[in-house]
């Protein structure tokens, strides 16, 4: 089955403490200090956030790479429609068990770089990334902020120009951008009141190798790129969010049943491919 995996930095502004007196406690060191402590590489491996219930696992630590499971945890039943059943008879039952949406991830603690086994199913993984790494790694002291962001690229025309066929275009309008333009002409649309709208999104789906202009589309005399709260532009390779002026890099890949059930196919298929990017 095909999935998607995700590219990440690690951007670590570091503080004056650790300018002025060396890099003690940087990240490479304070790996280091966890692997050449047992009961720490024996005891310490899950970190749990209550606060957000986000929960790690490091699966694989060296010197130069984490491999980490990432997931977040919900009661049976916490989602609407959802519930639990026993395994015996299938009669719905309460369990006081926690189920867990997980994903994976390696980073490259040489580069700062990472790759994530994307799953929308589990969000706010570069927030709680961050808050894992600086409290599980206690780098406090030595940055002064700890963030994973979405790999930047600035060459955001030349990438959707070159040769790719445009497969959607998404636009968010912030309620007070809500130009009166024929993506809002319908009739119905025509009598709700502006104020009260929060937002609205757009989404255009295209054919195959449709001769898409997407600056004529989104960039016209009525639009400017002010006017949009969010706009993605996807072509059958990657999806480029011009706001941010990023691109979010993703690769598809191939992996089994069988596959995504082996940690140590899915680090390996991580690590290569962070290596070869």
């Given amino acids: 089955m095909r999935r998607t995996l995700l590219y990440y930095d690690l951007i670590l502004k570091e503080s004056n403490q650790m300018k002025l007196f060396g890099e003690g406690k940087n990240l490479t060191n304070s790996v280091k200090r966890f692997i050449n402590d047992e009961i720490a590489m024996k005891s310490e491996r899950r970190y749990v956030d209550k606060s957000t219930m986000s929960i790690f696992e490091i699966l694989n630590i060296s010197e130069n790479h984490i491999f980490v499971s990432y997931g977040r945890l919900e009661r049976p039943g916490d989602t609407a429609f959802t519930r639990s059943r026993n395994s015996k008879d299938f009669d719905v039952g309460i369990s006081s068990d926690w189920v867990e949406r997980y994903t994976y991830f390696y980073l490259d603690i040489e580069n700062n770089r990472m790759t994530v086994l994307n799953n929308s199913n589990v969000t706010g993984f570069a927030r709680n990334c961050a808050t894992f790494l ?37 636009v968010t309008y912030s309620s007070d951008k809500l130009y009166t333009n024929r993506f809002l002409s319908r009739k119905k649309l025509e009598h709700i009141r502006q104020d009260d709208l929060r937002s609205a999104t ?13 600056k004529d589309i989104v960039f016209n005399e009525n639009n400017t790129i002010e006017d949009y709260e969010s706009l993605s532009i996807s072509t059958e390779e990657e999806t480029y969010n011009i706001i941010e002026k990023s691109i979010a890099k993703k690769i598809d890949i191939t992996l089994s049943s069988d596959d995504i059930r082996n940690a140590n196919i899915i680090e390996d298929t991580l690590k290569k491919h962070l290596q070869d990017y």
């Fill in 134 to 170: 600086n409290a599980h790694f206690r780098l406090s002291s030595a940055y002064d902020d700890v963030q994973v962001v979405i790999h930047l690229d600035e060459k955001i025309e030349e990438k959707i120009n070159k040769n790719q066929s445009i497969t959607k275009i998404k």
């Fill in 202 to 214: 757009v989404e255009l789906k295209f054919k195959p190798n449709a001769p898409v202009n997407y």
